[in-house]
């Protein structure tokens, strides 16, 4: 009995065509690998992740995605969303007007009161446009002529898990593909040494619990997994076992994985697993990041001017510094997306102590990335997006003084920022009430973003889809979304 006839016997008719297809396509990577021969370790003319046909829909104006997540869910109302008006309402109790039986958190349900608590932050208007911003946020606030403000963002999310899935996948069921993974499914990466999309979890400094963060928010879901986004550690090697161990040359590693490359082309001649594939890719990629990511993580050729307009714990490796000037040479390098994950936002007692340190480890190496990207010509092709998967309360969480006061999960209005590549700057879309507890004007779903981003990057929403489960998948969900064309270039 032959194990492969019997294989092929019980296929289905879906696997048959499935599988022929597939194997065109092994046909092609046969013949982007194996064109080398004895060339060994030349590096293939072709992109290894090429763009798929008809991407992008139309002429991108950003290339490359910076995506800067606060997780936790920074305090809109102490750091973009100014409410004078609150200082009236000081420890009184939120108008049931206002909350609109809204459900809030069984962290405060209990509460006996939900007394009103105002930023004990400073704001002034800043640049050219008057962008309302706080004192937490010195430095970002010298660019807010590059920014666009939503203060309108919503989620249907009240939790951090199912939110954090919500703001990068467009969904809060697990098993969906991650924003950075569509990217690099669709437009590719036009670099063949590094991944096409990179996550960045640095350290903060808070002291803070922080919420863990899950791989799904980097998943690529049901896409294949070769558009997984690659994890940089904060602490250590940048990516485990990529070295070559004791003894083992580099010669050695090249001639050992042609020959396996040409042991997995066979199976999957035979199987037609797209997972094959994948492998085979990832081998390839793992080989050449042997010597890119070395390369990627010096700093010794960065000028000191530059170094030093990213603060001091740009030398640490692991800080959101770093982490900042590592996504400025990523996309410097052909990256397509760049995720850098900073904890510690979730602030339900003693935030102004805990929300001042955040903002320590962040403001300035972000306004840097701004400044550094804009300097090199490259903020015009790169989008910047900034924000978190909700937003506070404006009652206080547990013991409320004029210095100190926490805030719960948020999720009906809070705010993020876009920058760079098609985006125009200066601008403040949607506005809340006086309460900064329901969106006024101008609501912006998380995946009327989400559409939004896309569309910067060249991509119309309603044609981006795969066939999964019998359904069009999008990242943008089958609810109608619109793109948030006031504040486009």
């Known amino acids: 009995m032959n194990p492969l006839i019997e294989h092929q016997l019980l ?25 080398r021969g004895a060339q060994g370790a030349d590096v293939v003319s072709q992109l290894m992740h090429p763009a798929l046909p008809g991407l992008p829909h139309f002429a991108p104006k950003a290339k490359a995605l910076i995506y800067l997540h606060m997780n936790g869910g920074p305090s809109q109302i102490d750091t973009f969303d100014y409410k004078p008006v609150l200082n009236d309402h000081f420890d009184k109790d939120l108008p049931d007007s206002v909350r609109k039986g809204q459900r809030i958190t069984t962290m405060t349900s209990g509460q006996s009161r939900l007394p009103v608590a105002p930023s004990k932050f400073k704001f002034t208007q800043h640049g050219s446009c008057g962008t309302w911003v706080s004192e937490l946020l010195p430095h ?61 979890t640095p350290i903060w400094s808070s002291g803070a619990a922080a919420q863990a963060l899950f791989t799904r928010m980097w998943s690529s879901g049901f896409l294949p997994s070769s558009y997984n986004g690659v994890a940089l550690r904060s602490i250590g090697d940048p990516v485990l076992y990529v070295q070559n161990p004791p003894g083992v040359a580099a010669g050695d590693r090249r001639v050992m994985l042609d020959a396996l490359a040409q042991l997995n082309r066979r199976s999957f001649a035979e199987l037609g697993d797209p997972e094959i594939q994948t492998r085979i890719a990832q081998y390839e990629m793992a080989f050449r990041m042997q010597s890119s990511v070395p390369n990627l993580i010096d700093l010794s050729t960065e000028s000191q001017a530059t170094l030093e307009m990213y603060g001091p714990e740009v030398h640490k490796p692991g800080t959101f510094a770093a982490s900042a000037l590592l996504a400025r040479r990523m996309v410097e390098r052909g990256v397509r997306a760049v995720q850098i994950l900073h904890r510690g936002w979730d602030q339900h007692g003693n935030l102004p102590r805990d929300i001042t340190s955040q903002c320590h480890d962040t403001d300035q190496p972000t306004a840097a990335l701004l400044a550094d990207l804009k300097q090199r010509g490259l903020l015009d092709s790169t989008l910047v997006v900034w924000g978190g998967e909700f937003g506070r309360t404006v009652y206080s969480q547990g013991t409320l003084t004029k210095d100190n006061y926490g805030r719960d999960h948020h999720p009906r209005n809070f705010c993020m920022w876009l920058a760079g590549g098609g985006i125009k700057g ?64």
Request: glycine residues 10%; contains cysteine.
């Open 11 to 35: 296929q289905t008719r879906r696997q048959f065509f499935g599988n022929t297809g597939l194997r065109l396509g092994g046909v092609a990577l046969a013949s982007l690998l194996g064109s």
């Open 140 to 200: 970002t606030a010298k660019h807010v002529d590059d920014l666009a403000v939503v203060r309108t963002v919503h989620t249907n999310a009240i939790n951090h898990d199912p939110a954090c899935t919500f703001v990068m996948t467009g969904s809060e069921v697990p098993g969906k593909a991650s924003l950075g993974s569509w990217l690099a499914y669709g437009l590719g990466s036009e670099t063949n040494d590094l991944p096409a999309f990179v996550v960045l």
């Open 426 to 489: 200066g601008v403040v879309y949607g506005e809340t009430d006086d309460f900064s507890y329901n969106v006024a004007s101008n609501p912006c779903h998380v995946n009327d973003l989400n559409a939004t981003i896309l569309h910067c990057l060249g991509i119309d929403h309603e044609r981006f889809s795969y066939k999964f489960q019998g359904l069009d998948q999008r990242l943008t969900g089958v609810e109608p979304q619109h793109v948030v064309k006031e504040v486009l270039l």
